[in-house]
């Protein structure tokens, strides 16, 4: 073999070792939820990603098209559950304890957008971050024509957002996400919906705390637009109606107060004389009337 075919070789099992892992990660849960009974996860192909109890199972198995059970080779028969990428092998009889995988988004503020599915930290792009938004805001869920209208207008393509929720689905794992419409049925938590929640119960101390600026601030996507000015409207107006020192502070620390007026001049109003923030807020208030 050439030196180059060697390479070559080398780098394709680097490249399948990523993906093996890759696929591992997202399916570990279902194997998982066998608890301690014996079980496997196999790719696509038959090969053995992951089995309990250990070496009960050769490298790679024969998966028959179709099939729900499968020949181990030594005068035992397994169940196959088809994942959404590979397979869950389970021996007959063996109950398994379903659980929905948890799914935390993470969409106020100037930084990257994030996922945390299970614990695993995705860091999402931009329109992948609005996709999940829009179905986090709307939870029983949008046609792939009602989800291209939110994300593009009358300009859009039904096409686009299949494709793309394609892609969120590989990425995130199995039991994230349907199709039928579209919609999150993990168990599904986000700083954007636990602030609305906390205006709607009155807990403004919690809405500041939780708000760490506005909803993909950087989004076109005409329904974020919407959703992202009524929350930051929302919150002001509740700022300035509690006419709270502390709390008109907190508010104009963030990307939104900061550059607004009568929320300086509304600390300005309330803060007392000798408070140590004054300075800060006169010259605030200088260079936004300015």
Same mark, same amino acid.
């Given at each position: 073999?050439?030196a180059?075919?060697q390479?070559a070789?080398?780098q394709?099992?680097v490249?399948m070792?990523?993906?093996d892992e890759m696929l ?5 849960? *279902?194997?998982m939820? &066998?608890? @301690?009974?014996p079980?496997?996860l196999?790719?696509p192909?038959g090969r053995v990603?992951? +089995?309990q109890?250990? $070496? ?6 024969v998966?028959p098209d179709?099939?729900?059970?499968i020949?181990l080779g030594?005068?035992r028969?397994?169940?196959l559950e088809r994942?959404d990428?590979g397979? =869950?092998?389970?021996m007959?009889g063996t ?21 945390v !599915?299970? %614990? /695993?930290?995705i860091a999402?792009?931009l329109? /992948?971050?609005e996709v999940l938004?829009?179905l986090l805001l709307?939870?029983?869920g =949008?046609?792939?024509?009602q989800l291209? =209208? ?5 300009? %859009?393509?039904p096409?686009? +957002?299949? #494709?793309?929720? *394609?892609r969120?689905r590989? =990425? ?5 996400? @349907?199709?039928?419409p579209y ?8 700083d954007?919906?636990e602030?609305q929640?906390? &205006?709607r119960?009155?807990d403004l101390?919690?809405a500041? $705390?939780l708000y760490a600026g506005?909803?993909?601030?950087r989004? @076109? #996507?005409?329904?974020l637009?919407?959703?992202r000015?009524?929350?930051d409207?929302?919150l002001r107006r509740?700022?300035l109606?509690?006419?709270?020192a502390d709390m ?6 963030t990307? !939104? %107060?900061?550059e607004?007026?009568e929320i300086f001049e509304?600390l300005?109003?309330r803060?007392? !004389?000798?408070d140590?923030?004054?300075?800060a807020?006169a010259?605030? &208030?200088a260079?936004?009337?300015d």
């Amino acid at each position: 073999m050439t030196a180059a075919a060697q390479l070559a070789e080398g780098q394709l099992r680097v490249r399948m070792a990523a993906a093996d892992e890759m696929l591992r990660a997202r399916n570990m849960r *279902h194997l998982m939820a &066998l608890g @301690d009974a014996p079980g496997a996860l196999l790719t696509p192909t038959g090969r053995v990603l992951a +089995v309990q109890p250990l $070496e009960w199972l050769p490298d790679r198995l024969v998966v028959p098209d179709g099939a729900d059970r499968i020949d181990l080779g030594d005068g035992r028969e397994g169940l196959l559950e088809r994942l959404d990428e590979g397979f =869950l092998l389970r021996m007959p009889g063996t109950p398994v304890r379903r659980t929905r995988p948890s799914l935390r988004l993470k969409l106020l503020g100037s930084g990257q957008p994030i996922a945390v !599915v299970d %614990g /695993r930290e995705i860091a999402l792009t931009l329109r /992948r971050a609005e996709v999940l938004a829009l179905l986090l805001l709307q939870p029983t869920g =949008l046609t792939a024509d009602q989800l291209m =209208l939110q994300l593009y207008g009358d300009e %859009g393509n039904p096409t686009t +957002v299949r #494709a793309e929720m *394609h892609r969120l689905r590989n =990425l995130l794992g199995g039991g994230v996400l @349907d199709t039928k419409p579209y919609r999150i049925i993990a168990d599904v938590t986000g700083d954007v919906t636990e602030v609305q929640a906390a &205006l709607r119960r009155g807990d403004l101390p919690k809405a500041l $705390e939780l708000y760490a600026g506005p909803l993909l601030a950087r989004s @076109d #996507a005409p329904a974020l637009r919407s959703e992202r000015d009524e929350l930051d409207a929302t919150l002001r107006r509740a700022v300035l109606d509690a006419a709270d020192a502390d709390m008109l502070w907190q508010f104009a620390q963030t990307p !939104v %107060g900061a550059e607004d007026l009568e929320i300086f001049e509304a600390l300005e109003a309330r803060l007392p !004389v000798d408070d140590p923030r004054r300075p800060a807020i006169a010259a605030r &208030l200088a260079r936004l009337v300015d």
